[in-house]
């Protein structure tokens, strides 16, 4: 499958973003391994294993994702550019941030290491629920596994029985 171009302006850490959606590195929805972010979504009753690379630099971005697993259609397609633009904060302005962070001498070291890190967003009403509550309720831990129980519930067995994550 070809590749699709998310254009965005540098800086651009695309590992440094997935890590604040993942809050713990043993997240069953949003998967960084091999230098790349993997992500299912849904579009039109069917699941879609997503891949996202930079093939560029931070400074110098070229994101682009591909489908590894399902086969949307061309309108899913589009749709699911704009839900990872939206979930990888690619549209955001980080300039002014990034100012006033490294203005600030205590924040400068931090402002450095983050550098390129975008404000993620969750992809819809229900993830953004399914993503937060459980995490003001219990641990990190309990609140990751009861994530994964939601989305195994919400998206069916099929995602484990398919193993879409691992085909990739």
Sequence with gaps: MSDEPLATRGPFHLEATVRLLQRRPNDRVELWEHERYLRVLRSENELSLLEVRNEGTVEQPDVRFRVRAGRPSTSARGAFAQTLRRCLGLDVEIE?????????????????????MRPPRFADLFETFAQVIPFQQVSLEA????VGYLYFCALGSSLLEKKLIRAA
Excluded: Y
Aim: a positive charge; zero cysteines.
């Design 96 to 116: 002014p941030l990034a100012l006033r962070a490294g203005a600030e001498r205590n924040l400068r070291p931090m402002a450095r290491a983050l550098r390129g």
């Design 143 to 146: 609140g990751s596994a009861i």
